[in-house]
């Protein structure tokens, strides 16, 4: 199966890429044969594979999830340079919202 260059200019427009006439000419064929090699794939027998979320044996390599104790709410803000005794208090981001 090969790619028109419409469908590849679509492509590119579709990932935000301004490609020149060049580019254009040579993503199509770049392309072509990357969707020529899929469709060879599609070929193969693959009724005895079993399905894979990932090609190498994987294990969780992080530690146990152990609850402990954590800081209490005025060891958290002892640093803050402005709080209200409950909460850091920051500048608005989003616009003028009329807090801190």
Do not use: W, Y
């Not at 990357?34 to 979320?53: G, I």
Request: proline residues 5%.
């Amino acid at each position: 199966m090969s790619l028109s260059r419409q469908e590849v200019a679509k492509v590119g427009m579709l990932a935000r890429l301004a490609l020149t006439e060049a580019e254009l000419e040579k993503m199509t064929g770049e392309l072509s044969k990357l969707v020529e090699f899929v469709s060879q794939l599609s070929e193969l027998d693959t009724a005895a594979v079993e399905p894979l979320a990932h090609p190498l044996e994987t294990r969780n390599v992080f530690r146990e999830d152990i609850p402990a104790a954590s800081l209490t709410t005025e060891q958290a803000l002892a640093n803050s340079p402005r709080h209200d005794n409950s909460c850091f208090l920051v500048p608005a981001v989003l616009g003028d919202s009329g807090a801190a």
